[in-house]
């Protein structure tokens, strides 16, 4: 009975696994900023936002890019 | 992604191995690309050559450490040369599982009905997690593969400390002993097992996604084969404790 059951478990898994490891997965787990950065050591965590000044006063803000969108290109 | 998330994502590398492989990307497209259904079906077919393997080890118990060294060896191998990962992971999955058949062989004349226990059990965590990571139960961040690799690195520290002591004919005794603390680490160890699991579906996600060269797919299987490996030999070690305390 025990043999069957785990069988079962198995049989089951690898046949979930087979299937459901060929479909994307959900929205929320690709569209976010926080994902795993591959190209990066595991050491280097998630950036914070740096501010630096310059001796003129300007701010140099280091962030993440960011997709920007240019409406003259839809027309 | 856009362009410049792209970059931001994998242009911008720290860590020579992981760059060099992710810069190749844009040089790949449809038939030549890193596919989700191609790691899969190049999963099914080492866990093909691991089950054929422990078969040939399970009626040759004399072969367990031929198939530790050697599948020690593919392993370095295809972690070093990705681009040979269709010689290496196959390669890696045999022999892992002719000494995987061994070391079965032994805990379930040991323990009887064990075997199928412990492999009931990792094909169980492997699809929760794959349900887990797919449906967005589980976010993997950068933070949480720092974690998973300072455990893992701990663990495996440990292990070869205890297997050093093991020649002077001492060890690290709660890591081996069937008490609570040892239970208790054991249970430790395979969950941190199962959790390298996300990171290895998280690899070839992002992998496809960004449609890495195909032999990507054989990396990434090997990783996974890699983690299943290691979850399933801490299960049956957990499985045999709870066992020899009856």
């Known amino acids: 009975m025990n043999t069957l059951f785990f069988t079962f478990i198995a049989v089951l898994s690898l046949y979930i696994f087979f299937n459901l490891g060929k479909v994307r997965s959900s929205q929320k787990q690709r569209n976010r900023a926080d994902r795993v950065k591959w190209n990066k050591s595991p050491w280097q965590g998630q950036k914070a936002t740096q501010v630096s000044e310059q001796r003129d006063g300007t701010k140099i803000i280091d962030v993440a890019a960011e997709d920007v969108e240019n409406k003259s290109d839809k027309a | ?246």
């Open chain 2, 1 to 246: 992604m856009s362009r410049h998330a792209a970059l931001e994502t994998f242009g911008r590398s720290g860590n020579p191995v992981f760059g060099e492989k992710f810069s190749q990307r844009q040089n790949f497209a449809g038939s030549q690309a890193m596919s989700l259904e191609g790691a899969v079906n190049k999963t099914g077919i080492l866990l093909a050559l691991c089950f054929g393997g422990s078969f040939i080890g399970w009626s040759n118990p004399g072969l367990i450490w031929i198939g530790l060294i050697l599948g020690f060896v593919a392993a370095i191998y295809t972690s070093f040369v990705p681009r040979n990962a269709h010689i290496g992971a196959p390669a890696y999955a045999l022999l892992e599982g002719i000494a995987l058949g061994g070391i079965s062989m032994m805990f379930e004349a040991q323990y009887p009905g064990i075997v199928i226990q412990a492999i009931g059990l990792t094909f169980g965590i492997l699809a929760s997690l794959l349900f887990a990571y797919k449906s967005g139960l589980i976010l993997p961040t950068q933070n949480f593969r720092l974690m998973l690799f300072s455990a893992t690195a701990g663990i495996a520290l440990l292990y070869l400390v205890s297997f050093i002591m093991s020649f002077f004919g001492s060890s690290i005794g709660f890591i081996h002993n069937n008490g609570l603390f040892g239970i208790g680490f054991s249970l430790f160890v395979v969950a941190i097992a199962a959790l390298n699991l996300v990171l290895d579906f998280d690899f070839i996600e992002q992998g496809s996604e960004m449609g890495l060269p195909k032999y990507m797919e054989w990396y990434g299987a090997f990783a996974l084969m890699v983690t299943l490996v290691w979850l399933y030999l801490e299960i049956l070690r957990l499985l045999a404790k709870l066992q020899s305390r009856r």
